[in-house]
């Protein structure tokens, strides 16, 4: 902690970097993950080929991943944040599949036979139940992004991973504890807020207090 409260400045534009890789990677895997696993959710062999490619990625040394990705990106923060939507996707749309599966069918079967349209039903229905498996997807994404995000400051692009790497090269242990405290506490804030998000955005949470407040 000590070197985190002499050193606020740097620690603090370090974790402001961390997090807007963090963040962009993640808003946009979660952009891609939407739409592909609503189109492959029910049709069997597009799910497995997509999954399949997807759980391949996934296996990739994050290291490797990057170098690969330089021919094409370059020696940047793309580079990096390329590789973390590759390495979300995976958990992202296992779990907006796994989302609509739990939908009830007779539920989507009402919602047509009140005339709503395929995009309504959608909006209306299947995304808001699927949701909260879907953030819980989301909040694994989170935390496995924050972590590998951290192998970005092998390749010049800053954040937290660099306190990390600067402290095993001069060997100075008080540099790698802030580094990890710092990493570990985005982490667990990241994981409280979308926590929350999950609990807030579950129907049975809605219906309880539904029920609390006629009871009142």
């Not at 597009?46 to 391949?56: E, K, Q, R, S, Y």
């Not at 992202?92 to 599949?97: A, H, P, R, S």
């Not at 504890?177 to 710092?182: D, K, N, R």
């Amino acid at each position: 902690m000590s070197y985190i409260l002499r050193n606020s400045g740097i620690v603090w534009s370090l974790l402001l970097t961390h997090l807007y890789m963090s963040g962009v990677a993640l808003a946009v895997a979660a952009a891609i993950a939407l739409p592909v696993g609503r189109l492959i959710v029910h049709r069997a062999r597009l799910n497995a080929a997509v999954l399949g490619v997807l759980g391949i990625l996934y296996t990739v040394p994050s290291i490797a991943l990057i170098i690969l990705l330089l021919p094409i990106f370059g020696l940047n923060a793309t580079s990096v944040i390329v590789a973390l939507i590759i390495y979300a996707q995976i958990i992202l749309i296992q779990n907006v599949i796994a989302g609509l599966n739990a939908i009830d069918p007779t539920v989507l079967e009402t919602a047509r036979a009140m005339g709503m349209s395929a995009w309504q039903t959608w909006w209306r229905v299947e995304l808001p139940l699927a949701l909260p498996l879907i953030l819980a997807g989301a909040r694994i994404a989170a935390l496995a992004t924050i972590a590998i995000a951290t192998i970005g400051a092998m390749f010049g692009v800053g954040g937290l991973g660099t306190l990390l790497f600067e402290g095993i090269a001069q060997a100075r242990y008080d540099e790698i504890w802030a580094g990890a405290i710092s990493v570990s506490a985005l982490a667990f804030v990241a994981n409280g807020l979308l926590r929350w998000l999950e609990h807030e955005c579950d129907p049975r949470t809605k219906a309880r207090r539904t029920l609390h407040k006629k009871a009142a």
